[in-house]
């Protein structure tokens, strides 16, 4: 049986993830601003949807406390899934360039 404590410990964990993921999103906008077209843009904009797909990723866990976990945690796995696509998709267009 889960314990208060751990399911504590595991929201703080999620919330520090979280944060983490904004203030690289936040990085890599302002990046964005400073190195405007080009690769390295176009690299910079695949990097921040990728942060982006596994931030709404690790958001929907927080989904477990209104409905329940098998949903929350298909969500994040899902778009987990969406976020590892679309690395590799991105990817793939610079080798074929």
């Known amino acids: 049986m889960v314990q208060v404590s751990d399911i504590t ?6 919330a520090l993830a979280l944060t983490i993921y904004l203030v690289m999103i936040i990085v890599f906008l302002y990046a964005r601003k400073k190195y ?6 176009s690299v910079i904009n ?6 982006g ?3 709404v990723s690790d ?4 989904l477990a406390t ?5 949903l ?5 796995v ?3 899934i969406i976020a590892m696509t679309c690395l590799a998709v991105g990817g793939l267009k610079f080798f074929v360039k």
């Open 72 to 76: 929350s945690y298909t969500i994040h």
């Open 46 to 51: 695949l990097i921040i949807a990728t942060i």
């Open 78 to 80: 899902v778009f987990k």
């Open 59 to 62: 958001l929907a866990l927080f």
């Open 9 to 14: 410990q595991i929201v703080m964990l999620i």
């Open 66 to 70: 209104s409905y329940n976990f098998l």
């Open 36 to 41: 405007k077209g080009g690769i390295i843009e």
């Open 53 to 55: 797909f596994l931030f």
